[in-house]
């Protein structure tokens, strides 16, 4: 043990601290608080600020991702009810096979974002999901036959170094659908004979009321967001 002449010594990273006495470990003591407040602040993760700004990417991606999606339902689902006041469902084909794509070209063009309309069972080659898409379709079958499926998804992952926000709206089949889409026996002849010829590898038919017919899909690369 010490003696009250000796010196106590108290090191870290090789810093020493020499003190003697009573006096000696108090400043000792003092020394070691000080040690500890300057390493958490040496070590402390990088301030918020960096945090924030990513988190603000998010949000206004988000945002972004939603406002899209809405109107890219509502758009196609407006002219495909105008297509069937004017000419019945034989002219509501037209809607889902040309003037969507058309649609929503218009929107990618105009957002500089990747949109998309997805299913697992296309009709257009156009709609073929990508690996992460199919994984999440997927997932939305399962979630739906336990009526736990929401009426969005979105996260961030990171491809090739790169941060993106991955959103995706479920499209859920109702009875406006089942003529085109439904079982192949319901659907009119005069839409089967437009399909065949338009679509001979046509894989959308079969949907009951209440199926995930698809999803529309949204990418955004993240930057920092705005400051």
């Given amino acids: 043990m010490g003696r009250c002449g000796d010196s106590n010594r108290i090191g ?6 020499a003190f003697g006495g009573e006096q000696g470990r108090m ?24 945090k924030g700004s990513k988190d603000i990417a998010f949000e206004e991606a988000l945002i972004d991702a939603r406002k899209i999606s809405d109107q890219l339902a509502e758009k196609v689902r407006g002219l495909l009810l105008q297509e069937i006041g004017k000419g019945g469902f034989s002219s509501a084909v037209r809607v889902c096979s040309e003037l969507a794509q058309e ?26 999901p990508d690996a992460y898409e199919q994984r999440k379709l997927e997932e939305f079958n399962i ?22 926000l991955r959103y995706l709206r479920p499209l859920i089949v109702s009875p406006l659908c089942i003529t085109c889409h439904g079982p192949k026996e319901n659907i009119p002849q005069e839409v089967k004979a437009i399909l065949a010829e338009r679509y001979p590898d046509d894989r959308a038919t079969g949907f009951l009321v209440g199926d995930v ?15």
């Fill in 12 to 17: 870290s990273g090789g810093v020493s601290y």
């Fill in 27 to 50: 400043k000792g003591r003092m020394g070691l608080v000080l040690l500890a407040v300057c390493f958490m602040v040496v070590s402390t993760p990088p301030s918020n600020a960096q």
């Fill in 103 to 128: 649609i929503t070209l218009q929107f990618n063009a105009q957002t500089g974002h990747d949109v998309r309309r997805i299913s697992l069972k296309y009709r257009n080659p156009k709609n073929v």
């Fill in 143 to 164: 979630l739906n036959q336990k009526k736990e499926l929401s009426n969005e998804y979105f996260e961030m992952i990171e491809e090739q170094g790169k941060k993106y």
């Fill in 213 to 227: 017919r698809g999803a529309i899909t949204v990418k955004i690369p993240l930057s920092e967001g705005k400051r």
